[in-house]
T-cell receptor
Framework: KAGVTQTPRYLIKTRGQQVTLSCSPI?????VSWYQQTPGQGLQFLFE???????NKGNFPGRFSGRQFSNSRSEMNVSTLELGDSALYLC??????????????FGPGTRLTVL | AQKVTQAQTEISVVEKEDVTLDCVYE???????LFWYKQPPSGELVFLIR??????QNEISGRYSWNFQKSTSSFNFTITASQVVDSAVYFC???????????????FGKGTKLSVKP
């Protein structure tokens, strides 16, 4: 079974631009979560989607948004990019059948550099 | 508030040594889940283990073992006879919530960078 895939793997943008990152979960997984990883702040939760609805959100500004499609694929968007948005963005998917905390499986990440 | 502390920022060992990575967590929930992930230089987080708060049994998987102690709020990870391929950053994570709770909010520690030298 294919793992979580993320595109693109690398991205370079300039301040003020916007960016869209894509995530395809493991087949059959219904929940998709996004995390930001930086050297200073570590791994931080951005948001979680299930059945096309945002179910949980971390403490990030409104410039960070996301969505999930009916096939469970997800995208996240960052508008008006700032230098501090440079990070590795990780997507994770989980099966979610019985509630509780199913294991999240992570993709390889998208490394975003903002110049 | 939930919190995960990995006090060891970096550890360096020589191949075949045993090494223990410490993880201490804080939570008010009685139902919670603990995880360990490995992040090699490629960047992808690789799942290693998941435990729920009601299962304090230690677990062994090959050279890996985990010691979960609710009394000290610790979930430590030991690698026996370390190998160069074990070099990576290891993250401990906590998720709260019982049945029907949200899946997405993993709280990560800062990670421990393990270097295994030949």
């Amino acid at each position: 079974k294919a793992g979580v895939t993320q595109t693109p793997r690398y991205l370079i943008k300039t301040r003020g631009q916007q960016v869209t990152l894509s995530c395809s979960p493991i087949s059959g997984h219904r929940s998709v979560s996004w995390y930001q990883q930086t050297p200073g702040q570590g791994l931080q939760f951005l948001f979680e989607y299930f059945s096309e609805t945002q179910r949980n959100k971390g403490n990030f500004p409104g410039r960070f948004s996301g969505r999930q499609f009916s096939n469970s694929r997800s995208e996240m968007n960052v508008s008006t990019l700032e230098l501090g948005d440079s990070a590795l963005y990780l997507c994770a998917s989980s099966l979610e059948t019985s509630g509780g905390s199913d294991t999240q499986y992570f993709g390889p990440g998208t490394r975003l550099t903002v110049l | 508030a939930q919190k995960v502390t990995q006090a060891q920022t970096e550890i360096s060992v020589v191949e075949k040594e045993d090494v223990t990575l410490d993880c201490v967590y804080e939570t008010r929930d009685t139902t919670y889940y603990l995880f360990w992930y490995k992040q090699p230089p490629s960047g992808e987080l690789v799942f290693l283990i998941r435990r729920n708060s009601f299962d304090e049994q230690n677990e062994i998987s090959g050279r890996y073992s985990w010691n979960f102690q609710k009394s000290t709020s610790s979930f430590n990870f030991t690698i026996t006879a370390s190998q160069v391929v074990d070099s990576a950053v290891y993250f401990c994570a906590l998720s709260e919530g019982g049945y029907g709770g949200s899946q997405g909010n993993l709280i990560f520690g800062k990670g421990t960078k393990l270097s295994v030298k030949p």
